[in-house]
């Protein structure tokens, strides 16, 4: 091995919000350390995910980094749910003001990583061949980070513009008079639908199972709400950490089953008059736990959808099926539903005319071919363990972390250091907890910075989890999510995608015992002195 490869303390995979965070903190403790990232520039998903549409489902107010109060009181969010140009627009501007980029370098994807058990450290290596070394490896992957393409055969054979929407082109794309296809009605799908309908000439919707969506309610910040938001950022942060996901949101002490039916209606159509997820994590405490009140609620949500749809016949389509509400991860959406009252959009369910191919000219299916100008991929990511399944991660003795996921429940401690796995320290790894993304990373980072701050205090270079450590905190994982009525359903959240081999069963790959509650297992940890950890 070549003695010029770059050594660093710490390797960052990763330049999104989890990166940035990092970097800004192991800055602190006077590191040497580097971040490398996929892509051309800073963003992570907000970089990636430049579909029509695309925005935050919780308050941009809540979303943003809060390790700064200079930070907090100079930006203005634009809208209560900011659309992706103006959250990269926020990243931008976080990465210049703390000039986050001169420990970073771009266009560098990390395709393999091997633990050299004697000498104590990883070596990365990238797609361009490039290697570096790090005695950490600190991953930001993000959860939704790998896009997956249908298996469907012909996908290279269409001869107009075809892109996933996790991938979407960088210059602008005018559907202006053209006929566009989207396969796919999950979450970016939902977002994309009725901003694509506005100017396509024709849009035709090809669905396998709808989706549960609940409207967003998005609006601009007007001065004196944004004065007003100013002036409460401690109030609001501390209200994102009493709840369970770190939403402003929390579920209402309530039961479903104990209202009468015109409190449930009352209280139902205020939650979905109001704006972000109220009516999903707001709920009646035993919606999304209780099978007799989750069928209340789904009666209530499918009577919506056939309000504002006037086929009768495709608002029943457009009703789930095969999974009640809110048990999956809700979309937001603004104006999802009306696009398909529009004489431009069509909606084509695959279920009863499946998709047989790709063609040069569009989608073929069992009764025609649609023709097609542009083909938009919605068909989802390879959740949680996907980014890193895409990187050759290799422990001691050549054991693969790919394969200790593939057929089992992965065994982490916290969801940062996988058994196994010396010096691997993960940002929203499998069994963190899950919800408002960003306050979750900040915990999990502080988290691994006090962890290294630890270690370099007391000289130690290698730091492991114990194996009946990991053991227990994936009993912990589990018993927690056994009265989840969503532990149950195939998602990306439980680690399903029809369109990646192997991903057919329902894992659990989140810890859903709470935010607040994943924080004082973890403080508990700190302040004990990491004695679930192995050092040397």
Known sequence: MSDDIPSYEAVVIGGGISGMYLTYRLRELGMHFHVFEAGSDIGGTWYWCRYPGARFDSESWSYGYFFDKELLQEWDWKEHFSPQPDTLEYLNY???????????????RATAAVFDDEANRWTVTFEDGRQVRGTLLITGL??????????IPGRDDFE??????????HEPVSFEGKRVGVIGTGATA???????????????????????????????????????IKTRYDEI?????????????????????????????????KLYSEPGFGIWIGNYRDVLTDERANALATEFMSRKIKERVDDPVIAEKLIPKNH????????????????????????????????????????????????LDILVYATGFDGVTGGYDR???????????????????PKTFLGVLNDGFP??????????????????????????????????EQGYSRVEARSEEAAKWLAQVVEVNENRLAGKIPSWQTGVNANVPGRQNIRVLGYYGGATRYREIAEQVADGGYKELMFR
Request: include cysteine; glycine fraction near 6%; proline fraction near 8%.
């Open 94 to 108: 976080v990465a210049s003001k703390y000039d986050l980029r001169r420990d970073m370098t771009f266009n560098a």
């Open 142 to 151: 993000g959860v939704l980070s790998a896009p997956t393409l249908p298996n």
């Open 160 to 169: 107009g513009q075809a892109f996933h929407t996790a991938r979407w082109p």
């Open 190 to 228: 939902i977002q994309a639908i009725p901003e694509i309908a506005k100017t396509a000439g024709h849009l035709s919707v090809f669905q396998r199972h709808p989706n549960w969506a609940a409207p967003l309610h998005n609006s601009k910040i007007t001065p004196e709400e944004q004065k007003d």
């Open 237 to 269: 942060y501390a209200r994102c950490w009493e709840t369970v996901g770190c939403f402003i949101h929390t579920p209402d002490p309530r039961s479903a089953l104990d209202a009468t039916p015109e409190e449930r209606e009352a209280f139902w159509e």
């Open 324 to 371: 009640g509400f809110g048990l999956r991860r809700l979309p937001l959406e603004s104006g999802y539903f009306e696009a398909y009252n529009r004489p431009n959009v069509r909606l084509v369910d695959v279920l009863e005319n499946p998709i047989e191919r790709i063609t040069p000219k569009g989608v073929q299916t069992t009764v025609e071919e649609h023709e």
């Open 391 to 409: 990187i050759d991660i290799q422990g001691p003795g050549g054991r693969r972390l790919k394969d200790d996921w593939k057929d089992d429940l």
């Open 423 to 456: 010096n691997l320290l993960m940002v929203l790894g499998p069994h963190t907890s899950r919800g408002n993304i960003p306050r979750h990373i900040e915990k999990i980072v502080d988290f691994n910075v006090a962890l290294i701050r630890h270690m370099r």
